[in-house]
Structure formats: C-alpha cells, structure tokens
C-alpha cells in the first residue's frame, strides 16, 4: 500500500494539559453530578418488585371453594409441557363431584421453564403461574414440589400481594 | 486445615470461624460461567439497577484462580464438561457453586444426549436458582442464601474435595 500523502499530524499538550488537574475535574464532576440524580437501584431483600399481572412465577394448584385441590388430573398439563416437568398419578377421587383426582402431583421446579403452557392446557384451571419469583434452594430434592407445596402456593398467593406482606415481615425483623 | 482438628470446638476457634466467615460471606468473588441467556441476567444483575456490589461480590473475576463462587449460567454440554470441571477444580479453596437457571441445573428444556442434565452429576452445587432465565431478584436470593450457608460453615475445619 502506498502510504506517501498521508500527513502526520502531533499534538502537543501544552502546560495546562500536562497538570492533568482539569481532566480529573471534569471527569470527578460526571460522578458529582451522579450524586444529585434518582437512586435507581432496586435494594432488593428490603424492596421487592412487584410484577406486573401476567407474570410468570413460580407454579401453584389452585383450590375449589371446599379447598380441595381443583385437579382432576387428566395429565393435559404434562402433555403439554415442553421441557417434562410436571408428573402425576391420578386416581378415583374420593369425592361425588368428579371422577379422578391426582393421588400425587409434582412438578421439577429446575426442569420447568415457567412458559405458562399448562395453564394455558388446563381445562379446569386447576393450575396457574403465581408472581413468586425467588425460590433459589440449596437442594434438587427441595425444588421437586408435590401437591403439598403447590397448594401451600395458592395459599400464599391467592390475595394477590404476596411480596407486601413479605415487606412487612422484612420490616418486624 | 489442620489446626481446627487440633484446637477442637473452643471459644478461640468458634470465635476465629466467625471473624472469617463473615469477612468470605462478604466479599465473595464471583467467577461467571456464562454460557447462555442466563449471562445475560448475570450481567444485569452486577448493573446499577440490582447491583451485586451491595453483597461484596461485585468484584468479577474471569480467572479461577482469584474467585470463589462460580455461577454456572447457562447449559453445559458434553463437550464443555470437561473445561468446566477444570476450571473448578482451578478455583482456591473456599469455594462455592450457584447452577443458575433451569438449563445449568437439570438440563431444563434439553433432555438430549448432548447436554448434561444438571452439573451436580460433575461438579458440587450449593445453591439451585430456578426459572429460564431467572430473574436477577432470584439470583440474589441464591447470593443471600450462600452467605447464609457460608455463615454456618466451619472456616477451619473445613473439608471439599
């Protein structure tokens, strides 16, 4: 490559560049002026973010008005479910109203990707995606939730704020 | 080590293993394993909004040797196995493992040949964080919950393989 015509071109700092004192003041007054603008982080075990409706948290079993489990196990859900989390074993119910219920319900939290496609197969809305989003634990064992703990879900959730009286809880701490 | 075999459970020792729990359960070094979309909310969460930097473990470090909590975020194949057990194994003592996100602890929607269906069949894991991805919240919790698991730990007695 021919590079004959190219122009060299230096700069030299003068006196004033060389302190290097109006560099560090104008590059300390962009942190400055950080000081005076809107927190924006979110302090999370003390705040909480509240999502907006629609969201999709973790899964629970709703209850009829007798708090029986609303399942009838017809295994749509795990049908339709991509990533096989959700296994059941129904059998005949002991109540008039239906003919199947599940004997045992679990779902593996780990393997689920909370896409909301059984909730959108369940014929009964028997299952529903609930705004809990931080469920992290220490075990697998622990994040294979039965029957049990998905309605101890519907439990916690059915009010629809969870994460204020989580507040709340923080603040009497 | 050795000197917590020998001195026992004693009011030096419990003492010495507070001091040095809290000061590892404060400034954790996180050494990310990202191979997914779950880096991508590994990365949110040290940003200004959720700010990993409030727990001590803003410092990232991208060498091994320099960290003590790996975050697996991502799915881990057969092929990547191998590079991921070096690296823990690269990793100083204390250490500690988060499998972040449905894919990195069970294999999550890929139940195939190629990806391995949890990294606890390899490696140790302390905390789980479920979702796809997690949301960053859900990865501070699992932070909260290793400072808590790190809290009750013997810091001179302590044994891993």
């Known amino acids: ?173 | 080590m050795a000197v917590g075999s020998k001195l026992g459970d004693n009011i030096f020792t419990t003492t010495i293993d507070k001091f040095v729990n809290w000061s590892r359960k404060n400034s954790l070094w996180p050494m990310p394993f990202g191979t997914a979309c779950c880096a991508i909310e590994l990365m949110a969460t040290l940003g200004p909004k959720y700010d990993m930097a409030r727990f001590g473990a803003e410092a990232i470090r991208f060498s091994p040797r320099q960290s003590d909590l790996m975050i697996v975020a991502g799915r881990i194949n057969i092929k990547m196995m191998p590079v991921l057990q070096r690296i823990y194994l690269q990793m100083s003592d204390p250490k500690w493992v988060v499998s972040m996100g449905a894919c990195a602890s069970s294999g999550g929607l890929f139940d195939t040949y190629s990806t391995i269906q949890g990294i606890d069949r390899f490696i140790p894991v302390d905390v789980y964080v479920p979702g796809c991805p997690p949301r960053p919240e859900t990865l501070l919790d699992a932070v909260l919950k290793i400072q808590k698991k790190i809290e009750k730990e013997h810091s001179l007695s302590r044994k891993r393989a």
Request: include cysteine; hydrophobic fraction near 35%.
């Open chain 1, 1 to 173: 490559m021919n590079v004959k015509n190219v122009k060299r071109v230096t700069i030299k700092p003068n006196i004033w560049d060389l302190l290097y004192i109006p560099a560090i003041i104008g590059g300390l007054s962009i942190t400055f002026k950080h000081l005076f603008k809107k927190h924006i982080t979110l302090e999370y075990p003390d705040e909480k973010w509240f999502p907006p409706p629609g969201y999709r948290g973790a899964i629970r079993l709703n209850r009829d008005e007798l708090g029986r489990e609303k399942c009838v196990a017809c295994e749509m859900c795990a049908t339709a479910c991509p990533a096989n989390a959700i296994s059941m074993q129904g059998g005949a119910a002991p109540w008039d109203d239906r003919e199947k219920y599940p004997i045992w319900y679990k779902i593996d939290m780990l393997r689920c990707i909370l896409c909301g496609m059984c909730e959108e197969a369940c014929p009964e809305e028997a299952i529903e995606l609930t705004v809990i989003y931080d469920f992290a634990d220490y075990t697998r064992e622990s994040l294979i939730w039965d029957k049990e703990r998905l309605l101890k879900n519907y439990d916690l959730t059915k009010d629809g704020n969870y994460y204020k009286r989580q507040l709340e809880e923080n603040k009497k701490r």
